[in-house]
């Protein structure tokens, strides 16, 4: 995901989203939100559990 997803994202999760203005913006971001959805679960997340399970599983 890049940068640009992440923002668009993070504009969707806001308190004043779809409705923002030039005085307050988009509102609130939710980054909890964002982070649960998307960047817990993120490709490079992944294959860096996975590169430890290999390791481990070589350990042991």
Same mark, same amino acid.
């Given at each position: 995901?890049?940068?640009?997803?992440?923002?668009?994202?993070?504009?969707? @999760?806001?308190? *004043?989203?779809?409705? #923002?203005?030039?005085? !307050? +913006?988009? +509102?609130?971001?939710?980054? +909890?939100? =964002? $982070?649960?959805?998307?960047?817990? @679960?993120?490709? =490079? =997340?992944?294959? @860096?559990?996975? #590169? $430890? !399970? *290999?390791? *481990?599983?070589?350990?042991?």
């Amino acid at each position: 995901m890049n940068r640009d997803q992440i923002r668009a994202r993070l504009r969707q @999760t806001a308190s *004043l989203y779809p409705n #923002h203005n030039d005085q !307050t +913006g988009f +509102g609130i971001l939710n980054f +909890g939100n =964002v $982070y649960n959805a998307v960047l817990n @679960t993120s490709e =490079v =997340v992944k294959k @860096t559990v996975l #590169h $430890y !399970t *290999l390791i *481990l599983l070589k350990i042991f």
